[in-house]
T-cell receptor, first 112, second 115 residues
Framework: GEDVEQSLFLSVREGDSSVINCTYT??????LYWYKQEPGAGLQLLTY???NMDMKQDQRLTVLLNKKDKHLSLRIADTQTGDSAIYFC????????????WGAGTKLIIKP | DADVTQTPRNRITKTGKRIMLECSQT?????MYWYRQDPGLGLRLIYY???????NKGEISDGYSVSRQAQAKFSLSLESAIPNQTALYFC??????????????FGPGTRLTVL
């Protein structure tokens, strides 16, 4: 079945770039998403990429998609303490009536 | 005001009790979802509804039931709560564009503890 995998933790120094990785198994993905969950809050959409794109940039965020390797990454430039959160990767597929398949989330820890 | 609200925000209950979690939205979206979040497991879909007359089981529907009372309201019930249902529960909504999925908008979550 479909599967989305992420590392559970990532630790970076303030000011460095953070790269959060995600792999997925189903090649029929239509959209791939990054959601952010701050402590004590619900999830908020951070950015998304259509499966026919390979890169999307939005201010400090860069999303890279390698369809051949089924690999998605989120790069956060100049990581700040406010970026501390859990980041979820999710994919939607036409075959599953466009339900979202979620990764387990990567907790981003910022070191001073 | 928040677009997606959940009540209660926190609930502690005992094994065997019936619990209802409520979700309301002002976004006018047709689609609503209930998820549970457990540490290290991410989000798992419990039930979803594409409109008032459409209810579908998700990945982990056993032990849960739902009711879509109106377009804006979608409630989740635990008929007889058990300790392994202790989790953070999220409601979400999305538009129905008919050809691809859309951004899901999440409520703030309900933290449920079953003793």
């Amino acid at each position: 079945g479909e599967d989305v995998e992420q590392s559970l933790f990532l630790s970076v120094r303030e000011g460095d770039s953070s790269v959060i990785n995600c792999t997925y198994t189903d090649s029929s993905s239509t959209y791939l998403y990054w959601y952010k969950q701050e402590p004590g809050a619900g999830l908020q959409l951070l950015t998304y990429i259509f499966s026919n794109m390979d890169m999307k940039q939005d201010q400090r965020l860069t999303v890279l998609l390698n369809k051949k390797d089924k690999h998605l990454s989120l790069r956060i430039a100049d990581t700040q303490t406010g970026d501390s959160a859990i980041y979820f990767c999710a994919e939607s597929m036409e075959d599953s009536n466009y339900q979202l398949i979620w990764g387990a989330g990567t907790k981003l820890i910022i070191k001073p | 005001d928040a677009d997606v609200t959940q009540t209660p925000r926190n609930r502690i209950t005992k094994t065997g009790k019936r619990i209802m979690l409520e979700c309301s939205q002002t976004k006018g979206h047709d689609r609503m979802y209930w998820y549970r979040q457990d540490p290290g497991l991410g989000l798992r879909l419990i039930y979803y509804s594409f409109d008032v007359k459409d209810i579908n089981k998700g990945e982990i529907s056993d032990g849960y039931s739902v009711s879509r009372q109106a377009q804006a309201k979608f409630s989740l019930s635990l008929e007889s709560a058990i300790p392994n249902q202790t989790a953070l529960y999220f409601c979400a909504t999305s538009e129905n564009r008919g050809y691809f999925t859309d951004t899901q908008y999440f409520g703030p979550g309900t933290r449920l503890t079953v003793l």
